[in-house]
Every structure is written in structure tokens, then in C-alpha cells.
């Protein structure tokens, strides 16, 4: 495959592929270093610095069969019965293995700790009827079995399942309460970033500021839809990143591992009783930590 280099010029050769195409820093680099991409038909190392016009020609690295197994990791479940559960994933835990990685998820803890799980999303996703990014805290439904699963995957694409979010935000919000509607889909800058754009897909997110300490406010947030990195890209694009977010914010922010997001609230029609579930629970103590400073006005 071929990419010709326009506005990564001076950028390093890995760090400019990764930016151009859909492969990772890591998989650019592992790329370059067996011998698999070329500039100009010359073959260069990862610290390269492209120009403008470059002709980088590369072959994308083989699929990798991901094994994976259950593990014994702590894990806080919120609530469980035969069709459904709601646990508490931790700051830093990804959802479900990938690339990169293979151990340490949620679903190797699922499968640990609840025997029966959904295959609908197959062997890589069992029971995982939706996500949060891997430094997003909080609260995720899992199903038991696929007529669970489809039932909880049903509410949410009509939209009424209910997700509420706790995020401490950058700035202080001109209104107390508002509505972002505008339609996301990956950069065309930065392969890695999610972007407000006319060809992305809808999105809507809800808003409402609960306290405000000058340069940061703490806010509400619900979500209409679930694009991926939402509410950091919405609130990114009003000019209030989320603080601590490597992506999205500014560099100088509050101290923290990641983004100071919390899946606070979550709430749902049981599939098979048809009772109205709803669970919140507290952000990690981090979290609560920095709220208690800038409520005290120890953070600026």
C-alpha cells in the first residue's frame, strides 16, 4: 500500500505512518524494522524524517489470532443474576483484549468470575454489550446469555437505556445546562483521534454543569448515542476538554492516569423481568481526591 506525505512533513518516519494510515506507532514501528516499508522505493528506519511529496510504500502487518484466558483479577460486581450484570471497571483496565492486549481485560476477568456469558460479539467480546475507553472508570452492563444480549443491545440503539457521566472539565461553562449535537468520525489529521466531522455518524450528548471552581467545572453528562470517545470529543469541541485527557486536553491539566471521566450511572429494562434496573456509583478515589482540591480551592 501506498501514502504520499502532505502534512506530516519533518515528522519521523513511524510516527508519520502511523499518522496516515490505521496502524499503530507500535505496529509502524515493528513494520519499518522487518523491512517492510519504503521512502521513494528506499527502505529507511523508523527515526526518518519524511518530506513533503515522500512516497511511503508499506504492507500491513498479518493478522494476529488472539488467545485469551481467564484470569483471576478483582473485579467489583455491582449486580448480578441469570441474565445480566453490572460491575464497576477500574481506571486503566481495557474492556476486551486486542493487540497489544492479549491479558489483563475486563472480559479475562468475566470470564474468571461469571460463568456464563453472551456470545453474541464472539470469542473476543463475550458478554460485552457495550464499552468505555480504557481510562474511563465506572459502570458497564454485561449480558449472561444472547437473548439478554440483544434485548440490552436493542434499548440502547433505540436510545433508552440511560448513561450518566461525571467529568471534570477545563474552563467554566457560559450555560448551565445544554445539549451537543454534532456528528463524529475519525481525523483526518490523526488516525489515533476521533473528530467532529460532516462525515462522521450522530452523536448527542447532554450536559449539566454541578459546580464550578474558575478554571474547571465539574459536570453531568448523558449520552443519546455512544460513538467512541464521545463525550471527550464533544467536549472538546465546545472548548471544555475533558481534564487529564492525553488526547483531547492541553498538556497543562490536572494530575491524574487518564482522563478525569466517570461512568457514574446506569440504567435499563431487565430482558427478562421487564423491571426498570439503575445503578450509580462513586468515582475512584483519585478522583474524589481532586474534586475535594478544587473545591477547597487547593488546585488552580
Do not use: W
Amino acid at each position: 500500500m501506498e501514502v504520499i506525505v502532505k502534512e506530516a512533513e519533518g515528522l519521523r518516519l513511524d510516527k508519520a505512518l502511523a499518522e496516515m494510515t490505521a496502524l499503530s506507532r507500535s505496529q509502524a514501528s515493528e513494520v519499518i524494522k522487518n523491512g517492510f516499508v519504503t521512502v521513494n522505493g528506499c527502505p529507511q528506519k523508523a527515526k526518518y524524517a519524511v518530506k513533503r511529496g515522500d512516497i511511503i510504500s508499506y504492507e500491513e502487518p498479518q493478522a494476529v489470532e488472539l488467545t485469551y484466558e481467564a484470569e483471576e483479577l478483582p473485579l467489583d460486581i455491582v449486580y448480578e443474576d441469570n441474565d445480566v450484570a453490572v460491575v464497576n471497571k477500574p481506571q486503566g483496565m481495557v474492556v476486551h483484549p486486542s493487540v497489544g492486549h492479549t491479558s489483563g481485560t475486563l472480559v479475562n476477568a468475566l470470564l474468571y468470575h461469571i460463568k456464563d456469558l453472551s456470545t453474541i460479539n464472539g470469542v473476543v467480546r463475550p458478554g460485552i454489550v457495550h464499552r468505555i475507553d480504557k481510562d474511563t472508570s465506572g459502570l458497564l452492563m454485561i449480558a449472561k446469555n444472547d437473548q439478554a444480549h440483544q434485548a440490552l443491545a436493542d434499548e440502547l440503539k433505540d436510545k433508552k437505556s440511560l448513561r450518566k457521566y461525571l467529568a471534570i472539565v477545563h474552563g467554566n461553562l457560559p450555560n448551565d445546562r445544554g445539549v451537543i449535537e454534532a456528528p463524529i468520525g475519525r481525523s483526518d489529521k490523526d488516525r489515533k483521534k476521533q473528530a467532529v466531522t460532516a462525515k462522521g455518524k450522530p452523536a448527542v450528548t447532554h450536559f449539566q454543569v454541578m459546580e464550578r471552581f474558575g478554571d474547571y467545572s465539574l459536570v453531568e453528562l448523558r449520552l443519546e448515542t455512544g460513538r467512541t470517545h464521545q463525550i471527550r470529543v464533544h467536549m472538546a469541541y465546545i472548548g471544555h476538554p475533558v481534564a487529564g485527557d492525553p488526547l483531547y486536553a492541553p498538556r497543562k491539566t490536572l494530575k491524574g492516569e487518564g482522563q478525569f471521566l466517570h461512568a457514574e450511572t446506569i440504567g435499563f429494562t431487565h430482558p427478562t423481568t421487564g423491571d426498570l434496573l439503575k445503578f450509580s456509583i462513586q468515582p475512584p478515589q483519585l478522583f474524589q481526591e481532586t474534586l475535594e482540591a478544587l473545591q477547597q480551592g487547593r488546585l488552580r
